[in-house]
Every structure is written in C-alpha cells, then in structure tokens.
C-alpha cells in the first residue's frame, strides 16, 4: 500500500493513502488532485517475535484462586496469605438476623464515605458479589430489599475483598453461614449432627465472629426467637468457641437498630440478653456495633460496619517484614514455589 | 524504544470512527503527532464523506499504527477486532496467545466507554434521586450490573498478566474516554465524564479511583463525530443514492475537519476544546515517563 503526501501548501491533509478514497480537501477524489505524493511504501512483513508465555502449573492454581469469581474454599485461603496473614471473619447469628444484610452493606459501604477511610480495591469473588448484589436488588421489590435465605452448604466458603485502608491493602474473607444451622443446635443440642459439625467448622477456621442478634421486636416469651432461645444459643456458642477456638476475637452486632425504637415492649429481654452476651464472652470481645443495613436505609453510609471491617482488619496485623531472610520465613512452604515466582504480582 | 498501546471497549462504543478521526487530524499538518505508518484502514474517505464506518465485523489482524510524538516512538494496537472480543475476555480467565501477548507489550491503555450507557440503580445513592428500570425483576439477560464487575474483573487479570501488583498503586498510563458526549450535551444534562462513569459503573469506577495512582489516570468525554454525528449514516446502507440529508452531513462534515471532533474535561464538561488528539497525547507523555 503507498502512502502519499500532498504538498500543496493550501491543503490540511499531509498524509493519505492510495484506495482512490484519499482525504483530498481540494478535489473530491484522488484524480482531482495533482499535488499528491509519495512517501513511503507500507510494508507487510511481520515483525513479531514469537515470544512464548507459558504459564506453569503452579501458576494456574494460583491463578485460578487469585483471579477466581466464584467463592473460595478454606483450604485456598492461604494463597492470600503469602505474604501477609489474610484476615478471616464470618458472621453468626439465627435465622434472619440481617447477616447476608450485613455482608451486602459492607460492600456498599466501602464506595461510600466512611470515618474508617476504606476503600474498595478488588475482590478474587466478584460473581459471588454480584449474585449477592443483584439478589438484594431484586428478590422481592421494595425496600428493604431482602436477601435470599441463605442456605446451607456441606462446605464452608468465603467472599473475598481486597480493602484499603489508609492506603494500605487488606485481603479480608468473609464467610456467611445460614441462619438455620444455629437453629439447630438451640432445638436439639446433638454433638453428632450435622448442624453442629458445620458450626464448629465454620468457628475453628475463623479469627473474628461476627455474631449478630436481631433489634427488632421480636424477644417475647411465646414465639420461637424468645429470649430463653436467645440465651440458649449463647450458650451453646460459648461451648463451641471454648472447645475448637478459644482465642477467637468477637464484634457483638446488634442489627437492623432502626427497629430499636419500635421496640418498647420488649425492650428489656434484648437488654437482658445482650447483658448475657458481654458477660458470656467478655473473654473475646473486641467490639459491639450497632447496624442498620443498607436494604433498609438506602443511600445513607451504614454507620459501624466500616468499624466491623476495620476491627476484622486490624485484628490480624501485618506481619512485621524487614529482609527477604524474613519474608521467606513467612511464607509457608507448599507455596514457596508460587511466592517466588509471583512476587511482583501479589 | 517503541511504547506499544492498546485500545478496548465494549462493541458500538464508536472506537473505530474515534480512530479514523484521529487519523485525518493527524494528517493535517499541524498536527504534533506524525503518523510514520498509517494502516490503510484509517485513510479511507468514507467518513470524510459524510458516512459512519460500520461496526467491525472482522476479527484481529495485528495493524499497527506507528506514530512519533515529542521524539517518542509510539504504536497502536488497533481494536480491529470487534468489540464482542472484549467482552468475551472480561468474562472468562482463559486468554487466547494473542492477547497475552498484547496485554504483556501495552505500556499504556485507552478504555472507550458509551456515555449512552444508562446509569445503574445503586443501594449506595438516595432511592429518590434514581429512576429504577427494571421495576424488581431479575432477568436472565439484565448484565448491566455484571459488566460493570466484568470491567474489574479484565482488569485484575491483566495486572496478573503483566505481574503489577494487585496491591499496589497502579502506574499503567490509564485514559479512560467517555464517547459520545455529544448526546450528553445534547440532553443538556448537567454532568462530568468522571460522574457519568461513576453512575453507569459504580463499582468499576471505585475499583479504579482505589488502584491507579492518580497521576497516571484520567477520564474525558469525547465527541470524535462532533455535533452532527446524529445525521450521519452508513455507507454501505446508502450505496448509490445518497439522501439529501447524508448529503447534507457531508457538507457540514468535511469542509470542518479540524473543528469536527471535540473533548470536554471534567472540570468544564460543557466547554468543547476541539482538540481530539488532547486524550491520546495526555497518555503519549506518561508513557514510558
Ligand atoms: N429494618 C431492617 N431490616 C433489616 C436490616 N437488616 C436486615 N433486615 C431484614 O431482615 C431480614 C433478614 O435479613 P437477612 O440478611 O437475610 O438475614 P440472615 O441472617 O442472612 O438470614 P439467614 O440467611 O436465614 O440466616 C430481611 O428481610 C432484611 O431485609 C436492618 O438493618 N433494618
Ligand atoms: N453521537 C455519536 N455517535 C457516534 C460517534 N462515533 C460513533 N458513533 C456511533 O456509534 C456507532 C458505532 O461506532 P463504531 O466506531 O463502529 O464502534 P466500534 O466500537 O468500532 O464497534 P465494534 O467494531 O462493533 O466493536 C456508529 O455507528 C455511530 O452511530 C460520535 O462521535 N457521536
Ligand atoms: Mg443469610
Ligand atoms: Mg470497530
């Protein structure tokens, strides 16, 4: 293909080409125009070095966690944690209690505003988000737009986020258990079914409960979310985190606080059960909160839950790195092949 | 050193006619790009004429367009592939050859983005101030909102690709440009480039505001067609009997060719500065700097 130049002095056009079509101002067509000329000849030839980018199997596993959309299983969790400890946190509570709520509003909240400074920076479970996002929109119409129940499964997975904060980045995973397995333990206190398998699974892997217990007006004597199956489901956690993760750290979230005011009537068993609730893990608590989900209160930064995050962050400081001695030392030893060959990247 | 850059977009974005009008104001000759080696593609007179290049239908050809600008030897990577490519990468972690290739190469990025794009209804903004359009209903086809997580996720892949840390603050010189700003202007809405990608893609546009570092980031609104870009039509729709009115569009169109295209900034949304190059020379001088 030539390209040509005109170099008639009145004319804008410099370069064009020889299709019979050339940007030609003076004439309306290449035969018109006689100023044109050539300039140099394109050439075809490929100068493309066939360079190879294989990526090695290592890679690929990495790859598939790191850049996975989907949720991530706990034996997974610790690619994040090649250099820094990831943090680990899993929200608690009984059936409707505004758990899956939470999880949304924290999502929501890290674009808004917020005293804590987070920031959303990515996530290796995007299309876990978006179900979880487009559920809430749409499940059942008006506000508050509910979730869907969140429904049990044979294993624990985790959302992931990359935060930051103060402009440093946090990976934080988080995991949402179905209501109903508390539930089950309140009913029937069996150490062998399965209900109670899947709690204390949930609480070992973790290192920051987030256990929720509902504003609204709901503790009367008669109806099943009474306060004495309030009580019992403290106690039957309490029993749980002693045997399989004593040291865990706990934020008490009281949820859906918009409803606190509507709540006179029983207003003093939910004092008596929160009482219940500092005194019986006063050992591991590292936070009360008190939320009110974005479902409920749409375009207003839910207040505390960037403090949840923040607790949830802070709780598992960076570790201190100082030489590559040390770096090496951090990392665990079924990833060090990973590490060194993606160390830029992570 | 050649600076290899890469432009993507969804499909009907207008990235091709945003090309073919760079190409023209990079031929006249006070143009501070030069155009070493244009690809024939790009010098075609259709436009000139008063016609819309059609939607791409080929797929990538690997044409180069070498330019200097300010000493620098730059390259673009055409997107003569069409824009349902992109879309395809967004969704998927397994990347064809080619495209490692090019995304390993790219010193540096324009995104081309519709401002046509309707704003999504977002929990984070006030319920009155937003019109909900899909009146509850989940469907199978709604994919607004995942393609604003789509953007995310092709740009978490390409930092893996290019191994820049997912933690870091990205240095990749970004120019995001919102096309088709004159029907913004023409609706008259009150609004910025950045606003308008803010509301269309929420989540897209924290993901970017978190990672880059400022100074290698920015967004303009675009108008490559300019204000008649409306009455014009495709060629191939009118082969032998132009109508009056793409007639008519040739006349306002070629007699203009420097003052056709415009770029408003986000500072002053509604001034055009008919400079169509000034996106594209922004993102010459960060790369490789
Ligand atoms: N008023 C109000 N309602 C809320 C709030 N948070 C959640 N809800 C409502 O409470 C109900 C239960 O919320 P979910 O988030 O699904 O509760 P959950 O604990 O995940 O329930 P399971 O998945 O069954 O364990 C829904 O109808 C929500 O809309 C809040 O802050 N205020
Ligand atoms: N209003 C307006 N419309 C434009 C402008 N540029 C392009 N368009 C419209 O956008 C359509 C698509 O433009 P193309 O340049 O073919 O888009 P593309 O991104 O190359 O599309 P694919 O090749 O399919 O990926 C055109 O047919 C025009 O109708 C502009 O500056 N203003
Ligand atoms: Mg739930
Ligand atoms: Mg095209």
């Known amino acids: 293909m030539m390209l040509y130049t005109?170099?008639?002095?009145?004319?804008?056009?410099?370069?064009?080409e020889d299709n019979g079509l050339l940007p030609c101002l003076e004439g309306n067509t290449f035969q018109d125009c006689e100023h044109i000329k050539v300039v140099n000849i394109e050439s075809n030839s490929e100068t493309d070095d066939e360079q190879n980018y294989e990526y090695e199997e290592d890679d690929t596993d990495f790859k598939s966690i790191i850049s996975s959309r989907n949720l991530i299983k706990f034996e997974n969790i610790k690619f994040f944690g090649l250099e820094n400890e990831p943090s680990i946190a899993t929200l608690i509570g009984l059936p409707n209690s505004g758990k899956t709520s939470l999880l949304t509003s924290m999502l929501y909240m890290l674009r808004m505003d917020n005293e804590q400074n987070l920031n959303f920076m990515g996530s290796s479970t995007l299309n876990a988000w978006s179900n979880l996002i487009s559920l809430t929109l749409y499940a059942y119409g008006n506000t508050p737009r509910h979730p869907e129940r969140t429904i049990d499964k044979p294993n624990t997975q985790y959302l992931h986020l990359l935060i930051n904060k103060d402009d440093k980045p946090y990976d934080l995973l988080l995991g949402d258990t179905a209501g109903e397995i508390f539930s089950g333990i309140v009913e029937n206190n069996d150490i062998e079914s399965q209900e109670y398998e899947r709690i204390k699974k949930w609480v070992s892997e973790t290192k920051t409960l987030l256990i929720c217990l509902d504003s609204s007006d709901y503790y009367t004597e008669d109806i099943w979310i009474s306060k004495e199956n309030h009580m019992i489901f403290i106690d039957r956690l309490a029993e749980i985190i002693a045997d399989f993760n004593p040291e865990v750290s706990i934020?008490?979230?009281?949820?859906k606080y918009d409803k606190v005011d509507e709540n006179h009537e029983n207003f003093q068993y939910?004092?008596?059960?929160?009482?219940?609730?500092?005194?019986?893990?006063?050992?591991?608590?590292?936070?009360?909160?008190?939320?009110?989900?974005?479902?409920?209160?749409?375009?207003?930064?839910?207040?505390?839950?960037?403090?949840?995050?923040?607790?949830?962050?802070?709780?598992?400081?960076?570790?201190?790195?100082?030489?590559?001695?040390?770096?090496?030392?951090?990392?665990?030893?079924?990833?060090?092949?990973?590490?060194?060959?993606?160390?830029e990247w992570i | 050193m050649i600076n290899n850059l890469l432009i993507i977009g969804e499909p009907a974005t207008g990235k091709s006619n945003f090309l073919r009008m760079l190409a023209y104001n990079w031929s006249l000759k006070s143009s501070p790009v030069i155009q070493t080696k244009t690809p024939s593609k790009l010098l075609s007179q259709d436009v000139l004429q008063g016609y819309i290049i059609d939607r791409t239908q080929e797929a990538?050809?690997?044409?180069?367009?070498?330019?200097?600008?300010?000493?620098?030897?730059?390259?673009?990577?055409l997107p003569e592939y069409n824009g349902e490519e992109f879309l395809e990468l967004a969704q998927t972690n397994e990347w064809k050859q080619?495209?490692?290739?090019?995304?390993?190469?790219?010193?540096?990025?324009?995104?081309?983005?519709?401002?046509?794009?309707?704003?999504?209804?977002?929990?984070?903004?006030?319920a009155e101030s937003q019109v909900e359009t899909k009146n509850n209903e989940k469907s199978e086809d709604d994919k607004s909102l995942n393609h604003d997580l789509d953007y995310i996720a092709f740009f978490q892949q390409l930092f893996y690709i290019k191994k820049i840390s997912r933690k870091s603050k990205k240095k990749l010189p970004l120019v995001i440009v919102m096309n088709f700003w004159d029907k913004i202007l023409k609706e008259k809405l009150e609004?910025?480039?950045?606003?308008?990608?803010?509301?269309?893609?929420?989540?897209?546009?924290?993901?970017i505001n978190t990672n880059w570092h400022k100074d290698f980031l920015n967004i303009y609104g675009i108008s490559p067609l300019g204000d008649h870009a409306e009455q014009l039509f495709v060629k191939s729709k009118y082969p032998k009997n132009p109508t009056k009115k793409a007639l008519e569009a040739k006349e306002r169109f070629v007699k203009d060719l420097k003052s056709q295209s415009w770029v408003v900034t986000n500072d002053k949304p509604k001034e055009k500065i008919e400079n169509l190059s000034l996106p594209i020379t922004w993102l010459f001088e960060k790369v490789g700097s």
């Open chain 1, 270 to 343: 939910h004092q008596e059960v929160n009482d219940y609730f500092i005194e019986k893990f006063s050992r591991n608590l590292i936070g009360i909160a008190k939320t009110i989900s974005i479902t409920a209160k749409q375009g207003v930064p839910p207040e505390d839950i960037d403090k949840i995050l923040s607790l949830c962050l802070i709780n598992t400081p960076l570790l201190e790195v100082h030489s590559q001695e040390d770096m090496d030392k951090n990392i665990l030893n079924e990833v060090t092949s990973i590490h060194q060959h993606l160390k």
């Open chain 1, 6 to 16: 005109c170099d008639y002095s009145g004319c804008a056009v410099k370069n064009c």
């Open chain 1, 251 to 255: 934020v008490f979230i009281q949820t």
């Open chain 2, 60 to 77: 990538y050809k690997n044409v180069q367009w070498r330019l200097r600008y300010q000493g620098k030897e730059i390259e673009i990577e």
């Open chain 2, 191 to 207: 609004i910025s480039p950045e606003q308008k990608l803010k509301s269309a893609m929420p989540w897209f546009y924290e993901f």
């Open chain 2, 98 to 126: 080619e495209w490692l290739e090019r995304i390993q190469e790219c010193k540096g990025i324009i995104l081309v983005i519709s401002s046509d794009k309707d704003n999504v209804y977002d929990l984070a903004r006030p």
